[in-house]
């Protein structure tokens, strides 16, 4: 007879056990078993902001476009293996881009603004791409935003916040890396109140003295100095080729923060995020060893902090773009190579539903969007330096969204048009002032009134509603395709994806 004592003893060993299993859902398991082959060449696609809504917005939108039914299918969703993981922080459960980068790069939890150390801020924990430059490999880093913001950064740089620009501009002077392409660095003088200037050169802070501020010199200076070479024009972004090793491409036109400009604004010809990333696989490809290239979609967050759909979609599809050069790769290296696409965080409680719209879905009205929010604020801008009256500005609003354009679905409704002119009277200190700041901030957070009202009507119009401004702690899917992606299969914890991929690459 079973003493009662080892039953219970038993009985406890088995449910602490199920406890284990529960919380890792047996990843730790696979990865630990993993039999399969070693990738060569390894691709983690981050799309910051980029949760399961904005991907199946942005293939709604491209089958509403061709009038069909349904989705067309990026690419990324074509990958055989997907899987789901949560996202919170250690101390807080709705995470930002640097404890979400943190988890990415280093699969460690940290706290809130913290890169690439412990959520004390104390230690710091070597990354991904260290570890695969370390182990020989050649490493990228590719982004849409600026090279040291707070995604990339968590690759190379160990700082206690992500405000600290010119000490991670110094880190990536010194990372060894062998290849940067993108947006600028914020701050390269450690000068955060850097002089406005309009020529490109100032933009990027290439064209000041080597030392200032109390003596600190210019990171780009120090990244020159440690052997790097800095491009940034379209003519010796082109020259870039294979065999060339530690590049930092600065694209010619940067926009607000650095940033390349939103596809939507971009001009016919200009760099973008999937040439930035070919780029990358040229200069890469030139090793017996491999490679490990980090590429991030960095707007589709700032476009969904912005409730700016269109603008967001088109930097989905971009991204999407970006992802079709890896998989050309793929193709040419199928088993090789391992392409992961995943996101920081969910922005914006994207919502494919409206309760004004019902059960009605129209995203090619989304197409009506001329430019994104930021153009269309700093116009909003300029009609408030003249001192524009209602009329006029929402002519302006009526030609980048397309209202009142002669197509029945496009026409303002009066509650619409009530909506503009209370945004109206709070952009040009007209009329009744909203004095409730709790209200001013839940009708347009921190954005141009009239700008933020309209992309609202234009989503809800298309049937998308948004809950916030900020980031949600919704689970963000992966995907993943060639050597080592089945282990992207399953619902696990955002530090589980640098796991796989250090075992992947026996890093
Ligand atoms: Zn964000």
């Given amino acids: 007879m079973m003493n009662h004592r080892i039953f219970l003893l038993l009985a406890l060993c088995l449910f602490s056990l199920q406890g284990v299993f529960a919380e890792s859902n047996g990843v730790q398991e696979k990865r630990e078993s993993y039999q399969g082959k070693t990738p060569k060449y390894v691709f983690y696609f981050i799309g910051d ?9 942005a293939e709604a939108y491209m089958a509403a476009v061709k009038d069909k039914d349904g989705v067309v299918r990026m690419v990324m969703n074509t990958f055989p293996k997907q899987g789901f993981y949560t996202t919170y922080a250690q101390n807080r459960f709705i995470t930002g881009s640097a404890a979400a980068g943190t988890a990415l790069a280093t699969g460690h939890k940290t706290s809130i603004n913290t890169i690439g150390m412990d959520a004390a801020k104390q230690k710091p924990y070597k990354s991904i791409a ?46 060894n890396f062998n290849f940067f392409g993108g947006g600028g660095i914020k701050h390269p003088e450690g000068d955060k109140k850097a002089k406005k200037s309009k020529s490109s050169a100032a933009n990027m802070g290439l064209d000041s003295g080597e030392k200032i501020n109390g003596g600190k010199k210019n990171s780009l200076q120090i990244a020159k100095k440690n052997g790097y070479t800095i491009v940034n024009s379209n003519d010796d972004f082109n020259k870039i080729k294979a065999g060339d090793d530690k590049i930092i491409a600065i694209n010619e036109k940067l926009s607000g923060g650095k940033s ?7 001009k016919e010809g200009a760099l973008s995020l999937a040439d930035y990333t070919q780029k990358a696989i040229d200069v890469l490809d030139n090793d017996q060893k491999g490679f490990f290239l980090m590429v991030e979609g960095g707007k589709i967050d700032w476009s969904c902090h912005a409730n700016d759909a269109a603008t967001a979609i088109k930097e989905v599809i971009q991204f999407d773009n970006a992802i079709q050069k890896a998989y050309a790769f793929y193709e040419a290296h199928p088993d090789e190579t391992l392409i992961v696409v995943c996101g920081d965080h969910e922005t914006g409680g994207l919502g494919l539903g409206f309760s004004g719209s019902h059960y009605h879905s129209a995203f090619k009205l989304l197409e009506n969007q001329k430019n994104s929010y930021e153009v269309f604020s700093s116009k909003i801008s300029k009609l408030k330096r003249k001192k524009a009256s209602f009329d006029k500005v929402l002519k302006a609003v009526e030609e980048n969204y397309g209202f009142n354009n002669g197509v029945k679905a496009m026409k303002l409704s009066d509650y619409e048009l009530s909506q503009l ?14 004095e409730n700041k709790d209200q001013y901030y839940q009708l347009y957070g921190s954005y141009e009134p009239i700008t933020v009202t309209a992309g609202h009507i ?15 702690a919704t689970p963000i899917p992966v995907r993943a395709i060639g050597s080592g992606s089945t282990l992207f299969e399953g619902y696990f914890d955002n530090t589980d994806l640098p796991k796989n991929i250090e075992v992947l690459m026996n890093l």
Avoid: C, M
Avoid at 422 to 434: E, H, L, P, R, T
Avoid at 458 to 472: D, E, P, R
């Fill in 421 to 434: 002119k209370q945004a109206y009277d709070q952009s040009f200190g007209k009329g009744d002032k909203i």
């Fill in 260 to 266: 390349l400009p939103y596809s939507i604004d971009q």
């Fill in 49 to 57: 902001g980029f949760g399961l809504s904005q991907s199946n917005a």
């Fill in 458 to 472: 234009l989503a809800q119009k298309a049937g998308i509603g948004w809950t916030t401004f900020s980031h949600t």
């Fill in 130 to 175: 260290e570890k695969a430059r370390d182990h020989g490999y050649k490493v990228g880093v590719v982004t849409s935003v600026s090279l040291d913001h707070a995604t990339p950064a968590s690759f190379y740089a160990h700082r206690p916040s992500r405000n600290d620009y010119y000490d991670i501009s110094v880190d990536l002077a010194n990372s």
